[in-house]
């Protein structure tokens, strides 16, 4: 396993989430540990187009050593060329073929490049040309698992690394992601699936064999889980981050980054006492220094609160 080439600067990084893993997210998830991170996923097409809302989705100057920049469309040369035109925007190239989502699969994307291993290889084999860097992020298979398949195509198209959902695309996020799962050893491998803790990250790394894993859902109100030995932080280190987080957002979308921080309050607040209460207020404000004045207060009672009853 040592003799393998990698170059993840880690074993724990954060997966790709469209619609959440933006800057701020992935800046929040380095600070307390990931070693690495992914782009939300851009469209090979789009890139194409030279559409200037994709500067958005591009690593920052100060993480562009640690992300990589995820892919996804279904035509090998646009892939390609899409892939030697975002090289240089991050760490590495990754080509997205997991998502299961109809929007994607319907234009041949993401999960749907599994129901064709052939065609799947040419696009591999066409990036593989222009990038020095290239992962895959894969799921099982399309409906039955077929990851030896896959994992052997492509080790010989010559991907780099292979991080791989333990779930088949057919079904979604229904059923247990599989750990224990085909790994010759080959190339690095990182396992993606109901990684919740970091007891989960031992098992699905002891079960796998892999090098690693990615952790999507699980580090939604959770980034503690890439503390080494650590996933429940004191309700002080929670609230600095929570508060940390808002203002990055702040920062990157101005006003409307209350809104974005709505999809975090639910995992925030997750197990809190009166948490429900809380939400349903929390939701509606629409004012940055509201929501942090919210928080603060929260916390402070449910500090009190503890020490109330010790
Ligand atoms: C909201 C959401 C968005 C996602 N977006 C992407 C994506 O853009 N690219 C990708 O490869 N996987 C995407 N995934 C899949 C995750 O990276 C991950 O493989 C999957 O959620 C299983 O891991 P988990 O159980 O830790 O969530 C997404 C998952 C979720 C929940």
Request: proline fraction near 4%; hydrophobic fraction near 40%; aromatic fraction near 10%.
């Amino acid at each position: 396993m040592g003799t393998k080439k990698n170059f993840l600067p880690g074993t724990v990084g954060l997966a790709p989430m469209a619609g959440v893993t933006d800057y701020p997210f992935r800046k929040i998830c380095f600070e307390l540990g990931a070693k690495f991170a992914f782009t939300e996923m851009i469209s090979a097409k789009s890139v194409l187009l030279n559409i200037s809302v994709n500067e958005k989705y591009f690593p920052k100057e100060d993480e562009k050593h640690l992300v990589g920049v995820q892919l996804f469309g279904s035509d090998p040369f646009e892939l390609a060329q899409a892939a030697a035109l975002v090289e240089g925007r991050g760490l590495w190239v990754d080509l997205n073929a997991g998502c299961p989502v109809a929007k994607v699969v319907k234009r041949g994307a993401g999960s749907a490049l599994l129901k064709d291993i052939e065609h799947f290889r040419k696009v591999v084999r066409e990036m593989r040309r222009v990038v020095k860097r290239l992962s895959v992020k894969t799921r099982i298979g399309w409906e039955k698992d077929e990851f030896e398949k896959i994992y052997d195509a492509l080790v010989s198209e010559g991907v780099d690394i292979i991080f791989v959902h333990g779930r088949t695309a057919k079904q979604m996020y229904s059923g247990k992601a599989k750990w224990d799962i085909y790994n010759p050893g080959i190339v690095p491998l990182y396992i993606s699936g109901d990684i919740y803790t970091v007891d989960d990250i031992k098992r699905a790394m002891e079960l796998s064999g892999a090098d690693g894993v990615i952790v999507a859902r699980g580090a939604i109100g959770n980034p503690w889980i890439f503390s080494e030995n650590r996933d429940s932080p004191s309700l002080d280190d929670k609230l600095r981050v929570i508060l940390k987080h808002i203002d990055l957002l702040r920062e990157e979308y101005g006003k409307h980054g209350v809104v974005e921080f709505r999809k975090f309050v639910a995992g925030y607040t997750k197990d809190m006492p009166h948490a429900r209460e809380f939400r349903n207020k929390v939701m509606k404000i629409t004012d940055v220094n509201d929501l942090k004045d919210a928080f603060v207060e929260y916390f402070t009672y449910i500090s009190q609160h503890n020490r109330a009853s010790v």
